[in-house]
């Protein structure tokens, strides 16, 4: 039997193996099966870019196939993997002219996630996107731009969607627009629309934004949309994007409001079709169940990236957390486990960021009490909110730190920032001190750097970390 290391998925995961592989073990035949024509591409970079912070859509590429190439890795775009046989140790894959069969010696699934839009009548008329997708960043962002000032270079690459993106060029832009969900995606979505003055309409069914960050981040940001002129639909579930062919309006628990354009931005599910008819098993979250080395329940078969599970350093549970360095950092194990040196692709503690005007939000760990309790944990939570520089120094502003500890042991659970003034990078300190299962009295007296210009004497995490390690024998 051949014995290629075969991949399903050429992104962060996928690409991140085989070209670890590759330089562990230049000999081995490395096979990238990819569906669409896009390959290792900064999806997190695709609202910067449709804002115009980013010039062209070329900038996103990380690795384009001629460098894949250069690599010896034999990368396969327009080759959709339809069946996985692990008794055979085979994929079925179908081009548009084309099926065949393809046997493995190891087998990575790294076929990522795909945006939700179902449960949302009218999603599929035209001016209403998804932003997941180069081809849907390039058509919005020559949607957005009046015809005449379209520059060609940055919305024009050989692998776009070329018909879709002319299309929405030769249309006079929006001036409105109903983004659906108030997640990651939306928020940074909102920024991205304002910058192109269009009359911003946010839709979230819940009565705050960025609900895993929780209430103290969610009030915030609901604060600094605002003061952007965002409308905010809280508590407002939106059932119909209307219109005659084209987006002409939405259908919400608050009635009609006409807008031009649609974002839908309510959430993400992995794509795990591929395994449904064999016994590749998948966990409670729906994406596939993997081992610390990324191993499925089937022998030489892995999975890695936004369609798997990982262990998450907390709970010590299978958890899914679909983001950008955990699948690069779990493809890179995989593939030099399958080069012959087993390496743990590591926990996650679901650490994350993201930007709302000028309001920097952070979270990590456990912040959900009820999460916490079902691990096992007596959570505490304390909310402060500290200066970010020395009261004295100009641009200090203030910094909101939420903490979770545990009462009986004192450990770190989660935590998240809130801020203007860099609070975003603070939270690696939370993350590095979950991961090492410090308590919070050890976080209390960890030696941060203190300097005006950068912190006060007291880093808002180390208040923090003082108020709830007090609490804990309250």
């Given at each position: 039997m051949?014995d290629?290391?075969?991949i399903?998925g050429?992104d962060?995961?996928?690409l991140?193996a085989?070209?670890k592989?590759k330089?562990?073990?230049p000999?081995?035949?490395?096979?990238v099966?990819?569906r669409?024509?896009?390959?290792?591409?900064a999806?997190c970079g695709?609202?910067y870019?449709?804002k115009?912070d980013?010039?062209s859509?070329?900038?996103l590429?990380s690795?384009?196939p001629e460098?894949i190439?250069?690599?010896?890795i034999?990368?396969r775009?327009?080759?959709?993997?339809?069946?996985?046989?692990?008794d055979a140790?085979?994929v079925?894959v179908?081009?548009e002219t084309?099926?065949?069969?393809?046997p493995?010696g190891?087998?990575l699934i790294?076929?990522?996630a795909h945006?939700?839009?179902?449960p949302?009548?009218g999603?599929?008329?035209?001016?209403a996107?998804?932003?997941?997708g180069?081809?849907?960043a390039?058509?919005?962002?020559?949607f957005?731009t009046?015809?005449e000032?379209?520059d060609?270079e940055?919305?024009?690459?050989?692998?776009?969607?070329r018909?879709r993106?002319?299309?929405y060029a030769n249309?006079e832009?929006?001036e409105s627009v109903?983004v659906?969900?108030?997640g990651y995606v939306?928020?940074e979505?909102?920024?991205?629309?304002?910058?192109?003055?269009l009359?911003?309409h946010l839709f979230?069914k819940?009565?705050?934004?960025?609900?895993?960050?929780?209430?103290a981040?969610?009030?915030?940001?609901?604060?600094t949309?605002?003061?952007h002129g965002?409308r905010?639909?809280?508590?407002t579930?939106?059932?119909?994007?209307v219109?005659?062919?084209r987006?002409?309006?939405?259908?919400?628990?608050?009635?009609?409001?006409?807008v031009?354009?649609?974002l839908?931005g309510?959430g993400?599910?992995?794509?795990?079709?591929?395994?449904?008819?064999?016994d590749?098993?998948?966990?409670?979250?729906?994406?596939i169940?993997?081992d610390?080395?990324g191993?499925?329940?089937r022998?030489?078969?892995?999975a890695?990236?936004?369609?798997a599970?990982?262990?998450h350093?907390?709970?010590?549970?299978?958890a899914?957390v679909p983001?950008?360095l955990?699948?690069?950092r779990?493809?890179?194990a995989i593939?030099?486990?399958v080069?012959?040196?087993?390496?743990?692709v590591?926990?996650i503690?679901g650490t994350a960021a993201v930007?709302?005007f000028?309001?920097?939000?952070?979270?990590t760990g456990?912040?959900?009490?009820?999460?916490?309790?079902?691990a096992?944990?007596d959570p505490v939570r304390?909310?402060?909110?500290?200066?970010s520089r020395?009261?004295y120094y100009p641009?200090?502003?203030?910094t909101?730190v939420t903490?979770?500890?545990?009462?009986g042991t004192?450990?770190?659970?989660?935590?998240t920032?809130v801020g203007s003034?860099?609070?975003?990078?603070?939270?690696?300190?939370?993350?590095?001190?979950?991961?090492?299962g410090m308590t919070v009295?050890?976080?209390e007296?960890l030696?941060l750097?203190y300097a005006?210009?950068f912190?006060p004497?007291?880093?808002?995490?180390?208040?923090?970390a003082?108020v709830?390690?007090g609490?804990?024998?309250d």
């Amino acid at each position: 039997m051949s014995d290629p290391f075969v991949i399903i998925g050429g992104d962060a995961a996928g690409l991140s193996a085989a070209s670890k592989l590759k330089r562990e073990d230049p000999d081995r035949e490395t096979i990238v099966l990819e569906r669409g024509k896009w390959v290792s591409y900064a999806h997190c970079g695709m609202p910067y870019y449709v804002k115009g912070d980013i010039g062209s859509i070329t900038k996103l590429l990380s690795l384009s196939p001629e460098a894949i190439s250069e690599r010896n890795i034999d990368l396969r775009r327009g080759h959709e993997v339809t069946a996985v046989d692990p008794d055979a140790r085979t994929v079925r894959v179908r081009t548009e002219t084309d099926q065949y069969t393809l046997p493995y010696g190891d087998l990575l699934i790294a076929t990522g996630a795909h945006a939700i839009s179902d449960p949302i009548e009218g999603a599929d008329l035209e001016g209403a996107f998804t932003m997941h997708g180069m081809d849907a960043a390039a058509a919005l962002r020559a949607f957005l731009t009046p015809p005449e000032e379209i520059d060609p270079e940055t919305v024009d690459d050989e692998y776009v969607d070329r018909d879709r993106v002319e299309t929405y060029a030769n249309r006079e832009p929006p001036e409105s627009v109903a983004v659906i969900g108030g997640g990651y995606v939306g928020i940074e979505m909102v920024e991205a629309f304002q910058a192109h003055d269009l009359d911003v309409h946010l839709f979230h069914k819940y009565d705050g934004v960025l609900m895993p960050f929780g209430e103290a981040v969610g009030d915030r940001v609901n604060e600094t949309l605002r003061e952007h002129g965002v409308r905010l639909h809280l508590e407002t579930e939106v059932h119909e994007i209307v219109g005659d062919e084209r987006v002409e309006g939405v259908i919400a628990d608050d009635g009609r409001t006409s807008v031009d354009v649609a974002l839908v931005g309510i959430g993400i599910q992995p794509n795990t079709e591929i395994v449904e008819e064999t016994d590749i098993e998948c966990g409670d979250s729906g994406a596939i169940a993997t081992d610390e080395f990324g191993r499925t329940n089937r022998e030489h078969v892995y999975a890695a990236g936004d369609c798997a599970e990982m262990r998450h350093a907390v709970t010590g549970e299978p958890a899914w957390v679909p983001l950008g360095l955990t699948a690069n950092r779990a493809g890179r194990a995989i593939g030099q486990t399958v080069a012959g040196d087993p390496t743990p692709v590591g926990d996650i503690v679901g650490t994350a960021a993201v930007k709302a005007f000028e309001m920097e939000c952070a979270r990590t760990g456990t912040i959900d009490l009820e999460r916490a309790r079902d691990a096992g944990f007596d959570p505490v939570r304390e909310t402060v909110t500290a200066s970010s520089r020395s009261g004295y120094y100009p641009g200090a502003a203030e910094t909101t730190v939420t903490l979770v500890a545990d009462r009986g042991t004192g450990r770190l659970l989660g935590g998240t920032i809130v801020g203007s003034d860099r609070a975003a990078i603070r939270i690696d300190t939370l993350a590095t001190a979950i991961e090492g299962g410090m308590t919070v009295g050890e976080m209390e007296r960890l030696d941060l750097a203190y300097a005006p210009p950068f912190s006060p004497v007291w880093d808002p995490v180390l208040v923090a970390a003082k108020v709830l390690n007090g609490s804990l024998d309250d």
